[in-house]
């Protein structure tokens, strides 16, 4: 298990997938990703691919991991806006009425459980879908 | 098949108007000029539409009739105590204006998507100002252009086309050619990269470190920097990219502030940036004619948030005693400028204002959004043009989802499947009409390309009739 900085932000897939459908297959692939450095990964060891747990005190989520040759210093990983990540957000917006939805940090770890489906996200996390 | 030209894109807050959309047989068969994104909204609206009103029965969305749908929504506003109005962003200015006197009738919070993306820059304008501009200017006249904490290319994809570096302006020229023969240098170094690596230990490491050289463009061309956590591919086009530790903006943005009135930093670096290289911006601010920050979240989402962007408008307003300088946050959603006008000039606030007063408060961080919904408050909601549950916390999803839930949208979000009442609404700027602000303050006209799915209405009506209904159910109430 490592700890690592999370940065949330918007692709041009989520962009355009969120407008087809958020309810769609494309849209799950293109926000359950995590973008991490090749270090991180090598020493994390997780291949290319496979599947890894990002932890908070809130929750937890299982995402597939990315090799990015955007994140070119290891400690950062990068997971696009959606349900998913927003599952394991703090909502302390200490008195400005914002979340912090960059740079805070995650435990992350290589993990064999599934990516949940967005409504199987929902029915476990909110009990509704 | 006929052409609907000038079309403004719905999309983001760059609000293109130069789209041209062919339609047939009143579908949307291609689209000209839009980026990835504003293609793929026009292409794919209609992919996976919910056209029918759904109520929850038995823990199940089910059909209902509009009218049923609509009068379960007005019951559910007109008795809440404290409900919660909230998205906005993605719909007409011409609806929040009726969202806003419903929230007035209702005695109810509205808020809109600006607490969850630039509700810091708001606080920080309140507190110090803004020198704006609108795009035109900088596209004519800009030749320093840096984006901080942004990354256009993914969600603005045609903002350095048509507003900066790679526009033609009347007076600065694109940066284009420039860009190309970068492009087929850092080709050739990623080849030798390649190489390097497979032939010998330490190679690669030699040619990593040749990418950090800045080539200094004529003093007369126009130039592009990026300063952000990771290297994006905005970063890719620009002319010098500074890569800032995550939650070093605010270190940054003073010691600039420190650099540019010819102070001495006594330290090696900031927040992972040699000082050599935070003097050669500050030079190159200092030196520029006409120069710009566009912003993104990158400053108000991470640690410091307002106080980054106060820093920012700081360092702006500074560099202003040598040059002109300007400074704009960079907005997501198409109208969400819109909606922070629109809520201003009806109630004197931009968002997150409270009517439970039967007057508009507003104190983000007590009346905004998440705040509201974390503390438990909001004992109903309704939720329009909006996705919160794709982008709240899950604090705040959770008390939002566990009171009755009322949805308007064109689509079947994540919020509307954990809805109590779904209502389905034409899409604003593709079946609808209407006036959105883009991200620079001018308004432009939304064309109605297609017509809605039959028995869609638009937000508007769908508000005006749950308004229409909730003065029913209030009068009766007070006359018995």
Redesign the interface.
Known sequence: MMEL?L??????EQ??????????DEYMMSVTICEMNAEDMKRLGVKDGGNVKISTD??SIVVKAVTSR????PG?I?IP???WV??????????????????FKVRVEPTDEPILT??DL?LK??G?? | MYVVSSVTCP?CGCCCDDVEVIVENNRVFDVRNAC??GA??FM??N??RNTKPLIRKN?ELVEASLEETIERCAEVLANAQYPLLYGWSNTSCEAIRVGLELAEEVGGIIDNTT??CH??SI?AIQDVGIPGCTLGQIRHRADLIIYWGC?P???H?RHIERYTALSEGRFQKAIWKRYLSRLILESARKKRYRVASLAFKGGAATLLAEEERWIVPPPEERKMVVID?????TADLADMFI?VK??GDYDVLQALRALIRDEELDVNEVAGIPVEKLEELADLMVNAKFGVIFFG??L????G??RNVEAAIKLTRDLNMYTKFLIMPMR?HFNVTGANVVFTWQTGYP??VDFSHGYPRYN???T????V??RGDADAALVIAS?P??????????NL?KNPLIVIDP????TA??ADVVIPSAFVGIEAEGTTYRMDHVPLPLKKVVDPPQGVLTDEEILQRILRKVREIKSKSSSS
């Open positions: 900085t940065i949330t932000g918007r692709t041009v962009g355009c997938t969120k407008e087809y459908a958020k309810i769609s809130v929750g955007r994140i070119r210093t950062i990068f806006f959606g349900p927003n599952a394991i957000l703090p909502a302390d917006t200490e008195g400005t009425g914002m979340p912090p939805l960059k740079g967005i409504k929902l996390i909110y509704k879908k | 999309f990835a994104l793929s909204k794919g609206y992919e996976h823990g607490t969850v509700g810091p606080l990354n290319w993914s969600a994809p956590v990771r290297r994006t591919r890569k995550p939650g979240l990158g108000t989402m991470s640690v948030k307002l997501g968002y997150a983000p961080g007590e905004s959004a998440i705040d919904l974390s996705d549950v794709s982008s709240f916390p899950r604090r705040a999803v959770e989802v689509c079947l979000s994540p499947l954990m």
